[in-house]
């Protein structure tokens, strides 16, 4: 699923900070005082970003083994 641009609950905008806010997860820092430099305070907010996650990473291998397979099929 893509970021939402918004929150659903107040509609903040929280989409523009979600790549620096990853960025800096990545390296090791608390994910609270990251939110809380990016001026994210609300709850409803946070959630967004703290819950975000990319299924397309996870859906990928799925679609290129059934091409895989598809293959195999139509090849034999
Ligand atoms: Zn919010």
Redesign the pocket.
């Known amino acids: 699923m893509l970021i939402p641009v918004r ?6 905008l ?1 989409g523009d900070k979600y790549e620096d806010f990853k960025a800096r997860v990545e390296t090791g820092e608390d994910p609270s005082k990251v939110l809380d430099s990016l001026g994210v305070k ?5 959630r ?1 970003l703290l819950s975000a996650f990319e299924i397309v990473d996870y859906e990928i291998p799925y679609y290129e083994a059934i091409e895989r397979r598809r293959k195999e099929l139509l090849g034999s």
């Open positions: 929150c659903f609950t107040c509609g903040s929280v609300r709850y409803c907010c946070r967004m």
